[in-house]
């Protein structure tokens, strides 16, 4: 391989990685507002048609489950876009990114954080390790498995407070 063709190929690999992260970032953010006015055919769009959504161990396994195929995945979210919506505030934060991309497929790994409050009362904070596998179609990168694991779950009293912060005297 010359060095311009590594170059071409290391350029692609970054290209693919970002553009990964722009599509886990859309459906992340997708999530955090499902309601009824939710785009459900966006959110479809960025699973391959054949996709798997699964939920590990023993609590998520039980909690969601597994779906397979767009249609199923959709399906399943479009439970959580109902008029009052399901979530009164949901957030999902994600590190500890991880992503490689051979060819025309790629796997990322992330550690998740939720916050949720919900419409009928209550907060919970969750944490969860998320593995998914990508493949690239027509120049377009999609989620071809979703594989999330709880890691821990809690329920909280509330999110915000007028209390003072916590900060050293000065």
């Not at 490689?100 to 992330?110: F, L, P, Q, T, Y």
């Not at 904070?125 to 593995?131: D, I, P």
């Amino acid at each position: 391989m010359t060095e311009l063709e590594q170059l071409r190929s290391r350029l692609q690999a970054l290209e693919s990685e970002q553009a990964i992260r722009v599509c886990i970032n859309r459906y992340m953010d997708l999530c955090d507002h499902l309601d009824a006015s939710t785009p459900l055919d966006e959110l479809g769009n960025l699973f391959t048609e054949g996709a798997r959504w699964q939920g590990k161990g023993a609590r998520y396994a039980a909690t969601f489950g597994g779906y397979e195929g767009r249609e199923a995945i959709v399906a399943m979210l479009a439970k959580y876009c109902v008029e009052p919506a399901h979530f009164a505030l949901n957030v999902h934060y994600l590190t500890s990114e991880v992503i490689v991309v051979e060819g025309g497929k790629a796997h990322g790994s992330w550690n998740m954080l939720q916050v949720s409050s919900f419409s009928r009362g209550g907060s919970h904070l969750n944490s969860a390790r998320l593995s998914v596998d990508f493949e690239q179609q027509n120049g377009i990168w999609r989620i071809s498995h979703f594989c999330t694991e709880n890691r821990f779950s809690r329920p909280v009293s509330h999110w915000n407070s007028d209390d003072s912060l916590p900060v050293p005297a000065r």
